[in-house]
């Protein structure tokens, strides 16, 4: 079993609509979350941390769910822009190592 | 404030010959990492380095592989002898100094690619 795991899609969506990601991990120590974004054969950016109590960042939110170990993501109002592939990321806690899943990939139409 | 810069950005090489990825952190960041990308797969954990000392190599292959990262100049991942199955994207991320862990962010570079004729 991956440490991390996500669907790796891809989801197509017309403009203008709202959607989730799901990303399960395994390590019940992990404590860092985070949301990462790549584009084609560019560099992962960081999207978002998530915090335990969820945050949001305009029209994107992130939820941290402990009980089921899974984190998630919910963009609204999809944009053109927001095609890419999403990375889910777990980090244990007091540690630097980072594990990042496939990735979930995301189309949106025009 | 230039972010993590990373070169070349393309390398081909032949098999049976080094590789050498160049990689030098964010102004202020002391520690670097090393991640490999396959094509269609997810980023790998190869090493975690700070200034002249190796943290955590346990996704690096056990031969052909090294990294340093020295007091002076950029942090160095080298492949000896390269074959065909190293073709990959090659990443490097650095994060400031301080306790890794909650909310020590990685930044990314652009990559190397290193493709093994």
């Known amino acids: 079993r991956k440490e991390v795991e996500q669907d790796p899609g891809p989801f197509n969506v017309p403009e203008g609509a709202t959607v989730a990601f799901n990303c399960t991990y395994s390590n019940s120590a992990s404590q860092s979350f985070f949301w990462y974004r790549q584009d084609c054969r560019k560099e992962p950016k960081l999207l978002m941390s998530?915090?335990?109590s969820g945050n949001e960042d305009g029209r994107f939110t992130a939820q941290l769910n402990r009980a089921s170990q899974y984190i998630s993501l919910l963009i609204r109002d999809s944009k053109l822009s927001d095609s890419a592939t999403y990375l889910c990321v777990a980090g244990a806690s007091g540690t630097y190592k980072y594990i990042f899943g496939t990735g979930t990939r995301l189309k949106v139409l025009a | 404030n230039a972010g993590v810069m990373q070169n070349p950005r393309h390398l081909v090489r032949r098999r049976g010959q080094e590789a050498r990825l160049r990689c030098s952190p964010m102004?202020?960041?002391?520690?670097v990492y090393w991640y490999r990308q396959l094509p269609e797969e997810g980023l790998k954990f190869m090493v975690y380095l700070q200034k002249e000392n190796i943290i955590d190599e346990s996704g690096m292959p056990k031969e052909r592989f090294s990294a340093e990262f020295p007091k002076e100049g950029p942090s160095i991942l080298r492949i000896q002898q390269v074959v065909r199955g190293d073709s990959a994207a090659y990443f490097c991320a650095s994060s400031p100094p301080g306790l890794a862990g909650v909310g020590n962010i990685q930044y990314f570079g652009a990559g190397t690619r290193l493709s093994v004729l």
């Open positions: 998530v915090y335990s």
């Open positions: 102004k202020g960041h002391s520690h």
